[in-house]
């Protein structure tokens, strides 16, 4: 691990870590010294990405990595955690977190950290070392039946990013009502969730995803990103997760 | 601000090389205003890798999208194409604001050997007491309204002109000043895009904001101040 996580273990998922200090009875019963010293108490972990910092060199540097993981993924978790001290929302999993935060449009003062928290998870796991490319299968017969072909997903993939004005991402989402897969655009934290939408790739356009390596060259990478980084391994057990809730059609039989 | 409105098909050709004649109907061109000092002249408090990014990339690329964009509407208009004029509403207003925000911007800043940093004096300085107490005051005050801002955006001190009252104000992306009330005047912006500061102070934004006040231009915001409130 490259950093250390306030002296607890990264969680293997995104579910509460600890009870909240309000519940002494708890705390009680699963007394933990390591925790008694430290006035933060995590709900939840910094979770860590599934390869090394430096493993998507060159597209994204050790360093960038390190850096957006380590420090920026690391305040939102902090920031969530404080808030979470003194706010009602306790034995949430983040997704519902996230979901119920959003407030119908009305975000509540815990969305952007905890958006952002599972954002920037869902981004880690959207890259792979020696990613990019493009997918085969299921997903890729997707992905021309929604698209026309992989060639106008990536265009559209790519022109989408680059016409986001500020800081924000850009997203391959399922469509649950529509049945179909589209690329979104959110600004700043806002996570696709809370429109019922089922992410499938996530792109941080925020500067600092990129500046250190591309400075502002956000269509170098962006492009990359789809050369190299995304992970279609992961799109893959995404859209298969995806479709125990979305009926994409006819099931494809291989043949044999 | 460098505004040009060229008349001729001659003068467009000058300033554009010898490319498209768009001017027939005059429409207007923006162009990149020069730095009055040079990229380094403001480290160490900031880098002049972004000076240098910030204003040949960054704020270059506001102008020559939003003449783009005016370039367009101008057809629109002309076409009597009703959804295209309001479809480009959104590039002008973000890429018109760059222009404008970052013009501002630069004039707000100065060398410490040219006197950037030292606190204002005269009229501003006393409105400044009397609406936030004291001039340390109002750099808490902007230090933890720019920290705060979600995203990109900018924190201001603003001239209300009407009520000739001091408040800061923080706009988000490249929205200026003016959609925030349209009697305010910007005395002050801070830029606190991650561009503006990440090379060098990377996450910590507070830093940068300390930093900053070391090469602020008062005497600019002093003046704008007693021309507005004249
Ligand atoms: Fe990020
Ligand atoms: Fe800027």
Redesign the pocket.
């Known amino acids: 691990m490259l950093l250390p996580t306030r002296g607890l273990p990264a969680a293997p998922s995104l579910s509460p870590a600890s009870p909240p200090p309000s519940l002494p009875a708890l705390r009680r019963r699963r007394p933990n010294p390591s925790r008694r010293s430290s006035k933060v108490v995590s709900y939840y972990a910094l979770t860590t990405p599934p390869y090394k910092p430096e493993a998507l060199e060159p597209y994204m540097s050790k360093r960038t990595v390190e850096l957006h993981w380590g420090k920026h993924q690391q305040d939102y978790v902090d920031g969530l955690n404080k808030q979470l001290a003194t706010s009602p929302f306790y034995g949430y999993t983040l997704e519902e977190l996230v979901k119920e935060a959003y407030n119908n449009g009305n975000p509540l003062p815990e969305y952007n950290n905890a958006a952002q928290v599972w954002n920037h998870h869902f981004f880690w796991e959207s890259m792979q070392p020696d990613g990019g490319g493009s997918p085969e299968g299921g997903v890729l017969r997707q992905i021309e039946k929604d698209f026309g072909s992989f060639f106008n997903f990536r265009e559209e993939f790519v022109r989408s990013a680059l016409s986001l004005l500020g800081s924000g991402w850009v997203w391959l989402v399922l469509k649950r009502n529509e049945k179909k897969l589209a690329v979104v655009r959110t600004r700043n934290a806002i996570s696709p969730l809370a429109a019922g939408d089922i992410p499938i790739i996530s792109l941080d356009l925020w500067e600092h995803a990129y500046y250190l390596d591309y400075k502002d060259d956000r269509r170098a990478y962006v492009s990359n990103f789809m050369d190299h980084l995304v992970s279609w391994n992961s799109v893959t057990l995404r859209m298969m997760r995806a479709e125990a809730f979305v009926n994409l059609g006819e099931p494809n039989i291989p043949e044999f | 601000m460098a505004l040009r409105t060229l008349t001729s098909k001659k003068t467009l050709a000058l300033a554009l090389g010898g490319v498209r004649p768009l001017v027939a109907r005059g429409v207007a061109t923006f162009t990149l205003p020069d730095l009055p000092y040079d990229y380094g002249a403001l480290e160490p408090a900031i880098s002049g890798e972004i000076m240098r990014l ?1 204003h040949q990339k ?2 270059a690329t506001y102008v020559t999208n939003y003449n783009k964009a005016l370039e367009q509407l101008d057809a629109a208009v002309s076409k009597g194409d009703a959804s295209s004029v309001v479809q480009l509403q959104g590039a002008i207003k973000f890429n018109g604001g ?1 222009h404008v ?2 013009s501002i ?1 630069w004039k707000n800043l100065k060398p410490i050997s040219e006197g950037g940093g030292e606190p204002p004096h005269g009229k501003l300085g006393w409105a400044i007491d009397e609406d936030f107490g004291s001039f340390e005051k109002l750099i808490k005050k902007m230090n933890a309204e720019g920290a705060a801002v979600q995203g990109s955006g900018w924190v201001w001190l603003a001239l209300d002109k009407e009520a000739k009252k001091l408040s800061v104000e923080t706009t988000a992306n490249q929205d200026p000043l003016v959609t925030k009330g349209a009697n305010l005047v910007p005395l002050l912006g801070i ?1 606190v ?1 991650e ?2 500061y990440y090379l060098q102070y990377k996450n910590v934004r507070p830093d940068y904001l300390n930093n900053i006040w070391k090469v602020v231009n008062w005497k600019y915001a002093g003046e704008e101040y007693e021309n507005v409130t004249a």
């Open positions: 910030h960054h704020h760059g925000n970052h911007f830029d895009w561009h503006a």
